[in-house]
């Protein structure tokens, strides 16, 4: 079974600086995916950026990168040159390659950027 | 393309009644998933399909819980003589399988349920 954990339940930053947010996550599988979610105040959730499990190189998205440290579980999400608009609700979650592939989320941090 | 839609948004209901959810998820997508959301919690699996084939039920998808996918394309997801335990957000995502993997899971907004 896979399980996934965010231990910053609230979190925040002044706009322009960077934040990390942190993950853990533990699997039995060889194969898998690691995603950032972010869910916004009352609007939908969309993806941040994706790691395969197999890529030693660190996935980045504009001003979104994340630490992969695979021997140690941790995901940890950066995000540099904080905007107003990246306040939202942002869960880590993890799927196994093959299957169902259904994701496995953490209980979530709340960012918060202030202006 | 439109994204994933659902319907309705929000369902006020009385304990004891019966409420249904639509799903339509991004043309094209073969796979179409049902999560729940709790308040302060992340969001958890109910059940997945393929295509009209629905593969997998979590055990927290009680015999009350029932998901359909006649067509393959949209999902109903109903749910018998609601309890109040049942309020929550009730997510839906979609996904295109090509080969053995499965690419990104896109959401839509949900249906949050709140049961009197």
């Known amino acids: 079974a896979q399980t996934v954990t965010q231990s910053q339940p609230e979190m925040s930053v002044q706009e322009a600086e960077t934040v990390t947010l942190s993950c853990t996550y533990d699997?039995?599988?060889?194969?898998?995916?690691l995603f950032w979610y972010k869910q916004p105040p009352s609007r939908q959730m969309i993806l941040v950026i994706r790691?395969?499990?197999?890529?030693?190189q660190n996935a980045t998205e504009n001003r979104f990168s994340v630490n992969f440290q695979k021997a140690a579980k941790s995901f940890s999400l950066k995000i540099s040159d904080s905007q107003l608009g990246d306040t939202a609700m942002y869960f880590c979650?993890?799927?196994?390659?093959?299957?169902?592939?259904?994701?496995?989320f953490g209980k979530g941090t709340k960012l918060t950027v202030n202006p | 393309d439109t994204g994933v839609s659902q319907d309705p948004r929000h369902k006020i209901t009385k304990r004891g009644q019966n409420v249904t959810f639509r799903c339509d998820p991004i043309s094209e997508h073969n796979r179409l998933y049902w999560y729940r959301q709790t308040l302060g919690q992340g969001p958890e699996f109910l059940t997945y399909f393929q295509n009209e084939a629905q593969l997998e039920k979590s055990r927290l998808l009680s015999d009350r819980f029932s998901a359909e996918r006649p067509k393959g394309s949209f999902s109903t997801l109903e749910i018998q003589r609601t309890e109040q335990g049942d309020s929550a957000m009730y997510l839906c995502?979609?996904?295109?399988?090509?080969?053995?993997?499965?690419?990104?899971?896109?959401f839509g907004p949900g249906t949050r349920l709140l049961v009197l």
């Open positions: 979650a993890s799927s196994s390659q093959g299957g169902s592939e259904k994701l496995v």
């Open positions: 790691q395969e499990a197999y890529k030693q």
């Open positions: 995502a979609s996904s295109l399988l090509t080969g053995t993997v499965a690419k990104t899971q896109y």
């Open positions: 699997t039995s599988e060889s194969n898998y995916y």
